[in-house]
């Protein structure tokens, strides 16, 4: 599901319900937006977003079996399909970046484009997650929005979990975990020409 723009964190509490500074009238406030929709005058470049319409969601599952024998820097999963793009899920086993030594790090990677121009970005929304092995119900999940191009090809995080917390927490079982992704491809985002 795309989910709107907000202010998470529009004004504190206090001067909202501050009777003094207006906002609240007898336990009534009036709330407005006001939209403006701009032609462009002037040539140049911009982005043209074209949204798919048979875009649908894809989960994909990844058993990492023999986690403590991962010598490389990161693994990759089997590429999966969603939104007519391949991806894959990326793993650093000790950390990447600010979590390495510390933390797991997991990262979405688009694994190759579709014949589409270059200059294009593909706009998604995704969730990793780690299973916990001893309660399947319970996961870690991390939520990402972010607009692939053929340069930042990945989007992840650093510090998914401390390594420290891996097996303690029953993330980690039998040196087997369970890796998931589950992706939702929204757009495409191409630059176009002012004329």
């Not at 599901?1 to 009534?28: H, I, V």
Request: glycine content about 8%; some cysteine.
């Amino acid at each position: 599901m795309l989910r709107s723009p907000s202010f998470d964190k529009l004004m504190p509490l206090k001067e909202f319900t501050d009777a003094s500074n207006g906002y609240l009238n007898e336990n009534t406030c009036v709330l407005g937006a006001e939209v403006f929709i701009r032609k462009e005058r002037r040539k140049g470049e911009r982005e043209c977003v074209s949204r798919i319409n048979d875009a649908f969601m894809c989960k994909h599952v990844w058993k990492v079996e023999q986690f403590s024998k991962l010598t490389d820097e990161y693994c990759m999963s089997e590429p999966f399909g969603a939104g007519d793009q391949k991806w894959r899920i990326k793993l650093f086993p000790k950390g990447f970046g600010k979590g390495k030594g510390t933390h797991l790090s997991i990262y979405l990677v688009l694994a190759n484009w579709k014949p589409i121009p270059l200059l294009s970005k593909i706009f998604a929304e995704f969730y990793l997650r780690l299973v916990n092995q001893k309660n399947g119900k319970h996961k870690i999940t991390w939520t990402g929005k972010h607009c692939f191009t053929t340069k930042v090809s990945s989007f992840g995080v650093s510090e998914f979990i401390s390594l420290s917390n891996l097996e303690a927490e029953g993330f980690l079982m039998k040196n087997t975990c369970i890796l998931e992704a589950e992706v939702f491809v929204y757009g495409v985002c191409e630059q176009c020409v002012n004329t």
